[in-house]
């Protein structure tokens, strides 16, 4: 069965916020990447774009994730967050993003990734943002 984060995003102040959290909430960061660590961007970054953070988790339980980023693009509070799900198995992944994609837009498309996952992005018809993240071997 898969399991269900919810994803952050931030206006450059991710990394100050998940130190925050930290401290809440405990537990320790899976992942702390930063956009300079991405291979290939496609775009050229600025100095302050290159040191916001890309990617960080913190396991806050066994099966609760707090994750987020902060926004190269446009920022609005309030659409701020995504839901992330995490499948057990590659079909499952493939399956679950078929279904929220049916009606919905597909902002990043089903695929390997960089960081070795099977990982999209859609907006389901009802413009909740979900994120399918399978960890490939």
């Known amino acids: 069965m898969a399991t269900v984060n919810v994803y952050l995003s931030f206006n450059g102040d991710c990394e100050e916020a998940f130190n925050f959290y930290k401290s809440v909430f405990g537990g320790e960061f899976s992942y702390v990447g930063k956009y300079?660590?991405?291979?290939?961007?496609d775009r050229e970054l600025t100095d302050a774009e290159k040191e916001k953070i890309?990617?960080?988790?913190?396991?806050?339980?066994?099966?609760t994730m707090l994750l987020g980023c902060d926004?190269?693009?446009?920022?609005?509070?309030?659409?701020?967050f995504s839901i992330c799900?995490?499948?057990?198995?590659?079909?499952e992944g493939?399956?679950?993003?078929?279904?929220?994609s049916e009606g919905g837009n597909i902002i990043m498309p089903l695929e390997k990734t960089f960081w070795n996952s099977l990982?999209?992005?859609?907006s389901d018809?009802?413009?909740?943002?979900?994120?399918?993240?399978?960890?490939?071997a």
């Open 119 to 122: 990982f999209g992005m859609v």
């Open 94 to 100: 493939r399956k679950i993003f078929d279904a929220l």
């Open 125 to 136: 018809k009802f413009g909740i943002c979900w994120m399918v993240d399978y960890a490939l």
């Open 54 to 63: 890309m990617h960080v988790g913190l396991t806050i339980s066994a099966e």
């Open 85 to 91: 799900v995490t499948p057990e198995s590659e079909d």
């Open 71 to 80: 926004m190269l693009e446009e920022f609005v509070p309030g659409n701020n």
């Open 36 to 41: 300079k660590d991405m291979p290939l961007p």
